[in-house]
Structure formats: structure tokens, C-alpha cells
DNA sequence: AACCTTCCCTGATGGC
DNA sequence: TGCCATCAGGGAAGGT
């Protein structure tokens, strides 16, 4: 569920909070989680700080001086920064075992997989009920664009994401437009919720297959892909079940989801019914009216926010 | 090579 | 009340 909005939101949360404080403490279970053997990680964590935070699609980087803690959170993934200190809002409570923390922050339980602790008290807890998501402990050699990272696509939010190298990575492809927006390595970070989003935006079919596409087509798509994440992001990531970020709150874009989860609901738009198909057995919504199955023309656009 | 399908996993949900 | 089937999907692996 986590996507590129929904990491951002997590890595904003986390800057400034937790860079150059000391590691005192880790806490681990064994778990396919991890992609390193925990006993390395615990030594290389242990009295290290954290120097920065990035992100590439749907990977977070926490950089050390010698290492990157890579971590990607899968479906179900959560990192929460707690801080027993903090008594600044109604909407903290004393937790038994976990001391002061917010409403919605999970204390660790058997899902928490990995807990980190900074010399302040504060405590990083990684916490994934289905553990698809992944911890890996990476070099500066290995963390690089061409090594770790050579089959991950365009960042949407970088200056390589451009309409030329996003039109050259159409060319010849005759998939379903929705598989394309799923895939990594044409753009980083587009999950099923955004890529249907976009789509939408876009008036495009999500069964069109992009050599069908028109250049123009291809062009609104480009434009909404980037518009609709950063949005998203605006709204602090869409929660439809699991995500919260790092302080443990809910984000608040599921609001204005426009066909993602509202088949049988009219569209907002033309009012017509609002689909829902499997492509690539992911769950896919869209307006047949507003989306077309032939294409628009250039100047029958009906949505162009 | 390109494209598609299957599988992993757990909790929520609905039918009986 | 409980039991079972179904669904959710990111990404790797396997099949066509």
C-alpha cells in the first residue's frame, strides 16, 4: 500500500528528527524481512548516526558514514518514531508497555520487526503484519543509480523524469497502459492507487495498450502521473487500511480519490458508474466515459486538473 | 525480449 | 458463535 506519496510522507515526517543522533540500542527478530544477517546490521547500527534521508520511488535510504539502511515497506510496512517524552497534544496517551506515544502508533508487538533506539529516547520501530517489505544494508559502492538501484525507473521527483524519456520508454511497447504504470523500471514509485489516479486524470483506458496511445495521450499522462503524487503528498498519503506515518497518523488523500476504491459510485465527473476490472490481478477502476476505450480527441479533453 | 500469470503472506470481512 | 472462503497487492519467479 505504501507508494511514493505515502514514503515521502514518512521521510518528511523522519528529517530532522533523527539525523546525528546516536544509536544505542537495536532490537531485532528473526524475519524474511531482513536482507541482511541481523547480527551485521546490529554491529553496524549500534553507535552509528544517521547523516540523511532520501528516497527513490518507493525506497527509503537512511545514509550512514559507511552504510545505507535501504528499507522498503511492501504492502504493509510501517516506520513510526516514538518519543516518551512528548506530552504536547491531546491526541497522545500513556501506553502501558511503550510509555507516552500517539493515538494511532502501534506499541511493538510480534508484527514489529525491527526497533531502533537514539540516545534521546526516542525509538525508529519497523513494523510489517505480512512482511513483504524488505531491510537491506548497503555500501556507498552498492547503494549507487547503477548497481543496487540500475532496474529502478525514472524518479518522478528528480530532474531525470522528462516527457523525452518518458515518450522513449512508450515507444514499441504494446502492454496495457496500467501494467506499464506498475512497472518500477519505467517509473519509480507509481503503485495501483496512483496509477489508476493518473489514468483517470489522464482519460485514458487502463486496457489501452500504449503503442495505441496517442503522443498527446502520452503527454497528459506524463504530466498527470507527477500532478496526482503530488497531491498525494500534499495530503499526507492516502490510508485505506495499514499506512500511518511516522508519528502513527492516518493520511488524509483516500478524501479525494476519484476512482481508486469507488467502483458502483458515480463518477465525479459524468456521473457514470464507476468500474472495476483485474489487470495483472491488480484491481483496476476507471470511468468508461471519461476513459474511453478509443482515445479522445485532443479537444474533447473532459478533465484537466 | 516482451508480456502475462502465479505466488508469497495475514487480517478483515461476509456467508452459512 | 465459529468456521471457511475470499480479497487486498509489490515484486520476483516462472511460463508462454
Partial sequence: M???PEVETIRLGLMGQIEGVKIVDVESHPCRVFQVERDCLNQVLLGAKIRGIDRLGKFLIFRLSEHNLVIHLGMTGQLTLRDPSRCDSPQFFRHPTTGLQRVRQHPPDQHTHLQIHFEDGRSLFYRDMRTFGKIYLLTHEEVRRDVFFSRVGMEPF?????LAVFLGNCRGRKVRVKSLLLDQSFVA???????DEALFVSGIHPCRRVNRIRIFEREWLFQSVKKVLEKAIRFGGTTLRDYIDSDGRQGTHQEELRVYGR?????????????????????????AVCQPRAGQKKSDRRICE
Fill in 263 to 287: 467502483e458502483g459510485s458515480p463518477c465525479l465527473v459524468c456521473g457514470a458508474e464507476i468500474k472495476k476490472i483485474s489487470i495483472s490481478n491488480r484491481g483496476t477502476h476507471f470511468c
Fill in 189 to 195: 514509485g507509481v503503485g495501483n492507487i496512483y496509477a
Fill in 158 to 162: 528528480s530532474k531525470e523524469y522528462s
Fill in 2 to 4: 505504501p507508494e511514493l
